[in-house]
């Protein structure tokens, strides 16, 4: 069993709860796309797989793994008048400043991890600005040594490009990165550059989903040092 010497996070659903987090905002952000029109905000949702009357995601919901791109070409043809360019930029302003919710403490998550000499990164489809923004919120931009989004110059997931761009700049081997995400594009992007995965369940999509693609599923990111342990354990008794 290989060495662990990298972790990379995904950030919304992974390092923040994705529904605890976003479920509120989406549908305030829907309507008013919609000029509060209830309706129209429904249909929007039914785009992108959001249930505007319960503030619920659907297991497979755009607004959970895709990017801001995605996003507004789904929600475009419903909103006459309005540009891609504008979608993506209302909705980049918007979320900056949404406070999140830690899927467990941050901060000493990943002090613990790089006290064990992990290398951290975060490969996001969220853009770069507001990922910062919400990981400095959180006082832990600092202790990713590479933060990718998707407009940092590389494929989205579920290609593996991010995935790969980290392990270039940091010169490791993707064998011995753990890719640490919520959604099946993570999974995907892992597996397509040789990297074990680990899922966890603070996204929408379920363990169904997840465990046929996984190394292993948490129900959050505080379960990590323990399998990280558990792992070292099983390797040195092999």
């Not at 000029?35 to 755009?62: C, I, N, P, Q």
């Not at 991010?162 to 753990?178: H, K, N, S």
Request: glycine letters at 6%.
């Amino acid at each position: 069993m290989t060495q662990i010497k990298a972790i990379l996070f995904d950030k919304d659903g992974t390092l923040f709860d994705q529904n605890k987090t976003w479920a509120n905002w989406w549908r305030e952000f829907l309507l008013d796309m919609a000029g509060r029109d209830v309706s129209l905000a429904r249909k929007l949702g039914e785009a992108v797989g959001f249930e505007l009357d319960f503030a619920a995601f659907h297991s497979d919901s755009t607004l959970a793994s895709h990017t801001p791109h995605d996003v507004a070409k789904a929600l475009l043809p419903l909103l006459p008048g309005a540009s891609l360019a504008g979608i993506v930029t209302r909705m980049s302003t918007m979320s900056a400043t949404v406070a999140q919710a830690e899927a467990t403490p941050l901060l000493p998550l990943m002090d613990e991890l790089v006290r064990r000499g992990l290398r951290l990164g975060v490969v996001t489809n969220d853009l770069e600005q507001p990922t910062r923004s919400h990981l400095r919120e959180a006082s832990v931009e600092t202790a990713f040594e590479h933060i990718i989004a998707c407009d940092s110059g590389f494929a989205a997931k579920p290609a593996p490009d991010m995935l790969l761009a980290f392990c270039e700049f940091t010169g490791i081997d993707p064998r011995y990165v753990v890719m640490v995400g919520d959604s099946m594009q993570d999974m995907v992007a892992a597996r397509a550059c040789g990297m074990p995965c680990v899922a966890v369940l603070t996204g929408v999509a379920t363990r169904h989903q997840l465990e046929p693609a996984a190394s292993a599923v948490l129900p959050s990111i505080a379960g990590l040092p323990k399998w990280l342990t558990e792992r070292d354990s099983d390797k040195f008794a092999a």
